[in-house]
């Protein structure tokens, strides 16, 4: 059968799943299947996140091959808000683990209780005397002693961090690893194991595996280069700028029941903004407050004077809003032939 005609039409073929799910790791329950690219539109959308094709395309597919979707694109696009909307609309946990320049594997993964270890050890020296003090000599005291350390080094003592968190899930969870750039190069190595077998391994308990596999999501602001290792086994999604009618679409899920022509002359307007050269384009989450406050102003016409006093809000670079100056008179202009207003 000839199945090049149907992947694009958002279904993948059943065999080709069956193959791939079959490459993934075992013992892993797979969440329950979507059935189309258009079922993860749906579903974000009544989340209150508007996706391209390529977002729900990219979703879609890391669900269904079990792969960490690695989400990169300049900041306030909306990177760190799909990884909670997919939580939101999945109903699973969100786990949220914010990278930092020095984020290693006690911080990440698990600590080991030490505060009630040592509480514990005071509790029982008594007893842990009493029975070392049985053995007839030092071997046997010996081997006794680290009973008591397997005891001290099990599971209870065990302190989760997010990533062992997010295994441990008994139904699944959606991982955030939010913003990977500003974590060192070998915390990106040691992640690999996880996204690859989501599994990790504690030596002094062994190995665990996730029941259900989480939904990782990476995001990455491209502030360095990360490795081709992370990189192959992530699906890519770059999130730039929306075009005019998905930003509409945004800002209406955004700042409900704002005016239709308002909201054509906002749009309008900002993305003849971001055809400039500036220090700092306006993002979606830029756009988004200043919708908010034009109702807030109750402005229903874009014109120079209010463009020119809230500026502020969608250019954060001083040279920036003086480049812009010179071309507010037009640009407003144009956004109100786009609402049928001049
Ligand atoms: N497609 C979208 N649908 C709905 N809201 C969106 C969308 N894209 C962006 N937003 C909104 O834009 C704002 C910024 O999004 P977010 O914080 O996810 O950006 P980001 O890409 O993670 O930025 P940064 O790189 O600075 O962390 C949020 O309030 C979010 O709700
Ligand atoms: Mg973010």
Redesign the pocket.
Known sequence: MDTSEAFPQNVLPPDETKRLMDNAPSKITPAPTLKAIDDVDAGLTAA?????RQ?ATAVYLAHHLQKPILVE??????????A??VAAWMNLPLIRMQCYEGLDESKSLYEWKYGKQLLYTQILKDKIGSVISESDNLARALDKLHAFGDIFFSRNFLEPRPLLRALEQPSGAVLLI??IDKSDQEFEAFLLEILSDYQVSVPEIGSIQAAVAPVVLL?S?STRDLGDALKRRCLHLH?GF?DEK?EAR?IS??VPGIDERLLRQLVTFVQQLRTLDLKKLP???ET?DWAKVMVLLHTSVLDVTVVRDTLNVLLKFEADIEAAGKQLAAMTHKAQQAAGIA
Request: glycine share 12%; hydrophobic share 30%.
């Open positions: 209150g996140y508007i996706p391209n977002i694109g300049p900041a306030g696009v909306g990177k760190t808000e799909l909670k909307s939010d913003e995001t602001n999130i929306p998905l945004i899920s955004r993002s979606v989450s988004i």
